[in-house]
């Protein structure tokens, strides 16, 4: 099984800062690798899939990239409505996610 | 629009059964590949089974052992998972995804809560 680790667990950020969020991938992924987000009570909710293409909606503050091991989302200005928690997700090798790493306001 | 909605959650004791349903909507429903994901309480996301478009093929997460059946009804386009033989690590909210090309979730319903406990 392909483990997914997420850093930071959280990560407090001042509204129109950048957040920089990481995943790594115990083997490679190559560009199977998705990023959803979730708000409390919520479905998840795609954002990005193949690393760096955005879904449909989706603001460009929204950015992925990455390749193998290593994937990074930058939300470039955090917007209220962005506070959340975002998981990866590789599906590669069936499909599995990381433990997601919450954004809060700080 | 695409609209995903399970239902079939509920309390159940150990050892037990459950039948959850997905009632698809908005799309052509026999094209897609379908998942369940379910998320333990204040827990992350964690893929349980998958099917293809045609039914023909399923796969499970190990954690299944055999307990829960994913099928679908494409003439009604439904999707279910029947759960057997629960247990209390099983209590989680599960989701119905559409699957793109068998790759990622791009649709999501909104969740039915099973609890498992005596």
């Known amino acids: 099984e392909i483990v997914m680790t997420q850093s930071p667990a959280t990560l407090s950020v001042s509204p129109g800062e950048r957040a920089t969020l990481s995943c790594r991938a115990s083997q490679s992924v190559s560009i199977n690798l998705a990023w959803y987000q979730q708000k409390p009570g919520q479905a998840p909710r795609l954002l990005i899939y193949g690393v760096s293409t955005r879904a449909t909606g989706i603001p460009a503050r929204f950015s992925g990239s990455g390749s193998g091991t290593e994937f990074t989302l930058t939300i470039s200005s955090l917007q209220s409505e962005d506070f959340a928690v975002y998981y990866c997700?590789?599906?590669?090798?069936?499909?599995?996610f990381g433990q997601g790493t919450k954004v809060e306001i700080k | 629009e695409v609209q995903l909605v399970e239902s079939g959650g509920g309390l159940v004791q150990p050892g037990g059964s459950l039948r959850l349903s997905c009632a698809a909507s908005g799309f052509t429903f026999s094209s897609y590949e379908m998942n369940w994901v379910r998320q333990a309480p204040g827990k992350g996301l964690e893929w349980v089974s998958y099917?293809?478009?045609?039914?023909?093929?399923?796969y499970y997460a190990d954690f299944i052992k055999g307990r829960f059946t994913i099928s679908r009804d494409n003439a009604k386009s439904s999707l279910y998972l029947q759960m057997n033989s629960l247990r209390a690590e099983d209590t989680a909210v599960y989701y119905c995804?559409?699957?793109?090309?068998?790759?990622?979730?791009?649709?999501w319903g909104q969740g039915t809560l099973v609890t498992v406990s005596s």
């Open positions: 099917i293809s478009g045609g039914g023909d093929t399923m």
């Open positions: 997700q590789q599906y590669n090798n069936w499909w599995t």
């Open positions: 995804a559409r699957t793109f090309s068998g790759r990622y979730n791009d649709y």
